[in-house]
């Protein structure tokens, strides 16, 4: 029996295990399914990364060389090239890999750190042919930063999340053409910031409350036909504009896999498409926690190494039986909110703040987050600007909380 | 010189290629395509029918119950993945309990075995998931789903195996009777032949003409589908049409072999028999045709939308018949042609051997096909085999679950993949919920690597449809 197996060599991996090493765990193990750490940030070669955790600017690489450094004279054990293909309840974790064949292991404590998976083509029915040269912005950024070829030389980005707005630009550096970045909802899915040094300063427009509508070509893609929407994001006939392409990227959001999760009966929140999870990253069954965009999709690298080291850090408090049995408090949303994570809050855990991350589902500007108990407002933080593309946080002080049931999150003007 | 040239590698050409490959007979198959399996074959309902649906008498009835009943031990032979998971037609309305009363009769007049008719109760029971107003069901328990192009691809590379010739990439441009033959001009060489046979789907109607004056029209017919995560796979148990119309079988829902859910398809007359684009509007009407089965879908786990393109004619049967002398029409295969086709080949092969082609059984025929899928394998069974190659425990394909081995042994095979849908069709990596998102790259490093060819050069899928545009 292991003390803590580690499911994902990733950012949220990473910095888990070393959340748990420095709270006294020794016997860590950490299943990493490609060959070496890092997982996508090893692809991410721009810059961005790391102005919270280390106060400087690095590259994804850099910052995952940091943790993997970090790891070096420590006691954590790691399986690369190695896939897991179950958990089950009682915390065993079935795998695979070229030198030990088939195998399990059991764990008193297990993190879940698997990441996220890019929507595809499929999953938004977008309609027309089918042919090569329609790519997630990720395939397009591996083949690109990973094996040096370019995929596509006139573009058009559908979805306007980061990687896409990321891709537009690299795209862009390396010799191709990007026509337009288009985006079905009336605000942009990525960072202020991106949109600023991916479009704008290379002249790339951004078409709001626009999608595609049509795919050409029957072998290598010939174009693709874009309309303007209507406010519930129906296409308008007549506004159809045609753009002659080869390439289409999708940056139309991402989806925690949670396929091993769920294979071990653990309760998913439908609209994060995570685990639900306490405020020690813990899931619904006990031992076993999770982390990073499995759990929710996180905008920055720096709050997925904040998130995986408290679950880190409450692996080993679960280890070394340092979590009583205390009653949870349910955090409800309210209006614009659209989740939060956690979603339950235990009592009388060590920290004196709960970190409340969430998204709202519209831009807002001049507001007031509130958290209330039903009978009063316990908590309350001004924000001048809110946008579905930044993800909030706020420290909740656990005094607020009292003896509330549950909690609920508003944003109110 | 061949005995016999096969025009048309899908399902019923390979049907056709494999039940002659057990006679001592020089064939080639030609391709158009740069692989087996490209046209109707990979997009439908992958279902094998059971065959009350075809009126009685007609050889598309004899055909689709025999193939029927072909299914399970050719399956089990070839290692296609196959279940019966036995079909229902339900009825809403009493209009439509007497149409379940003619399949039911029109079934056993086919010869269908177990059919049975369902009350309510029953139905709800075996499938909790369907709509509650459904009201009865005539249910088919010899009814299956089978992986389509797999079944062809199994037929194809047993012909192969046994010695046919497979000629990939090669079209058809004319047709010339010379003294004694028929020689057979592409856009590489020309073959000389006894027997040409026109398994060319959609383009059978050409085929035809380049011999004979037309005698039937094709009528390409579109049909479009949702394909959705495993996470919808388990709504329901068997395949659930709702009763025939006009135009066909109708929307269905179904799980699939590999444990998605299909839904689909409508269907449309085309005039380009190569057009497989799906819309928006027909894909709106085949969602909420299929609303009236099952409410439950959670649409937002599509992974796919496709549409295949249905060989239709203006004929109620099957065209099966010597459209010149030595010239065999295998045309029109409509559904059910997926279910008939090893029947057809069977069919084929009584008819040529009625018109005087001398069979002589093979003395050292192979009939059978294992591929290795490390998912099914026990965990000893795993081991043994990593053990023995370490690239079987490489995980490529993590939504399906397939190593880098089995992407090898598709790229290495009777009829090896060229191609990433290629490889996608012999051993499912990138056909799961991300669809090749993660995969891809590296099936084409694979690709390239195994069949030593510069990575630019893999392709998707058909000639043309390139991946990468150009290395920096």
């Known amino acids: ?413 | 010189m061949y005995d016999v040239l096969i025009v048309g590698c899908g399902v019923v050409g390979a049907a056709t290629a494999y039940a002659l490959s057990r006679y001592q007979l020089k064939i080639a198959v030609l391709e158009k395509e740069n692989d087996v399996a490209m046209g109707a074959t990979r997009a439908n309902s992958a279902i094998i029918h059971a065959g009350f649906d075809p009126e009685e008498g007609t050889l598309m009835a004899k055909l689709n119950v025999r193939g029927c009943l072909m299914a399970e031990e050719l399956c089990r032979k070839l290692d296609v993945p196959y279940r019966k998971n036995g079909s229902l037609v339900l009825s809403f309305s009493e209009d439509e309990d007497k149409t379940l009363e003619k399949l039911y009769r029109r079934g056993i007049s086919n010869g269908v075995p177990d059919l049975r008719i369902l009350e309510s109760e029953e139905l709800h029971e075996l499938e909790p998931n369907l709509s509650p107003t459904a009201r009865r069901a005539l249910y088919a328990p010899s009814a299956g789903i089978v992986s389509p192009w797999d079944y062809a691809l199994a037929m194809a590379e047993t012909a192969v195996r046994n010695g046919a010739e497979l000629f990939l990439e090669t079209e058809v441009h004319a047709i010339e009777k010379t003294e004694t033959a028929w020689r057979v001009h592409t856009n590489r060489k020309s073959f000389e032949t006894a027997y040409v046979i026109n398994c060319a789907g959609v383009h059978s109607g050409q085929i035809h003409e380049m011999v004979a004056a037309p005698a039937f029209r094709i009528i390409p017919c579109k049909g479009q589908y949702f394909l959705l995560d495993k996470s919808e796979g388990t709504l329901c148990t068997r395949t659930l049409f709702q009763c025939p119309s006009k135009v066909g079988k109708g929307v269905l829902v179904s799980p699939t072999v590999h444990g998605n859910l299909i839904v689909g398809p409508d269907a449309v007359d085309i005039e380009n028999c190569e057009d497989t684009s799906t819309t928006a509007a027909q894909l709106a009407f085949v969602r909420k045709t299929a609303e009236k089965t099952m409410t439950k879908i959670n649409y937002r786990n599509t992974i796919r939308n496709f549409a295949g393109v249905r060989s239709n004619s203006d004929r109620k049967d099957f065209i099966i018949f010597f459209g010149e002398e030595k010239f065999l029409d295998v045309a029109g295969i409509k559904s059910p042609g997926l279910t008939a086709a090893p029947a057809i080949g069977e069919y084929v092969v009584k008819l040529l051997e009625n018109d005087g082609l001398v069979l002589r059984k093979k003395e050292d025929y192979t009939d059978s096909r294992k591929v290795i899928r490390v998912k099914e394998l026990s965990s000893s069974e795993k081991n043994d085999l990593i053990k023995k190659d370490p690239s079987y425990g490489r995980v490529v394909c993590r939504c399906e679950t397939v190593t880098e081995g089995e992407i090898v042994a598709a790229a290495h095979g009777p009829i090896p993949a060229k191609t990433v849908d290629g490889v996608k069709r012999r051993c499912n990596a990138g056909m799961g919920r991300c669809q090749g998102g993660f995969c891809g790259p590296r099936v084409v490093d694979i690709l390239a690597r195994e069949q030593n060819r510069q990575k630019e050069e893999i392709l998707k899928d058909k000639e043309g449809s390139f991946i990468l545009l150009s290395k920096l």
Not at chain 1, 36 to 41: D, E, K, N, S, V
Not at chain 1, 130 to 139: C, L, N, W
Request: with cysteine; charged share 25%.
């Open chain 1, 1 to 413: 029996m292991r003390d803590l197996i580690i499911v994902g060599g990733g950012p949220a991996g990473l910095a888990a295990a070393y959340g748990a090493y420095e709270k006294g765990v020794k016997d860590i193990l950490i299943l990493e399914r490609e060959d070496t750490l890092g997982g996508i940030l090893n692809q991410c070669i721009h810059n961005g990364f790391g102005l919270h955790r280390f106060k400087e600017e690095l590259s994804g690489p850099e910052y995952a060389q940091r943790y993997i450094d970090m790891l070096k004279d420590t006691t954590v054990d790691i399986l690369s090239g190695t896939t897991v293909l179950e958990l089950r309840e009682d915390r065993t974790v079935c795998a695979l890999n070229s030198r030990q064949g088939y195998f399990e292991l059991q764990a008193k404590t297990v993190i879940l750190a698997m990441g996220c998976r890019e929507r595809t083509r499929g999953a938004i029915s977008i309609p027309g042919s089918r042919p090569a040269g329609v790519f997630t912005a990720g395939a397009a950024q591996k083949y690109l930063n990973m094996e040096g070829y370019l995929c596509g030389k006139r573009v058009v980005v559908l979805g306007s999340g980061d990687i896409g707005l990321i891709m537009a630009r690299r795209m862009t550096l390396e010799g191709a053409k990007v026509l337009a970045c288009v985006e079905v909802m009336p605000y942009s899915g990525g960072l202020t910031r991106n949109i600023v040094q991916c479009l704008e300063d290379f002249g790339i427009p951004l078409y709001l409350s626009h999608t595609v509508t049509d795919v050409r070509g029957d072998r290598r893609l010939t174009g693709v036909t874009v309309s303007k929407v209507d406010e519930n994001r129906n296409p308008i006939p007549g506004t159809e504009m045609d753009f002659d392409c080869d390439t289409l990227l999708l940056s139309v959001g991402l989806i925690p896999e949670n396929e091993l999760t769920r294979g071990a009966g653990i309760e998913i929140d439908p609209r994060t498409n995570g685990p639900l999870v306490y405020d020690n990253m813990e899931t619904t069954l006990e031992g076993v926690f999770a982390c990073g965009n499995v759990v929710h999709v996180h905008d920055l690298v720096d709050y997925v190494s904040e998130e995986a080291a408290r679950a880190g850090a409450s692996a080993a408090n679960r280890i070394l039986g340092k979590i009583p049995e205390h009653r949870a408090v349910h955090i409800k949303t309210d209006g614009a909110v659209s989740y939060t994570v956690p979603q339950y809050i235990r009592e009388n855990a060590e920290e004196k703040t709960v970190s409340l991350s969430f998204r709202v589902r519209k831009i807002l500007d001049d507001v007031k987050i509130q958290v209330s108990d039903g009978q009063r407002t316990v908590f309350t933080a001004k924000r001048t600007h809110m946008a579905p593309g930044e993800m909030e946080k706020i420290q909740l002080p656990r005094e607020a909380i009292g003896d509330a049931r549950d909690l609920t999150v508003s944003v109110e003007k």
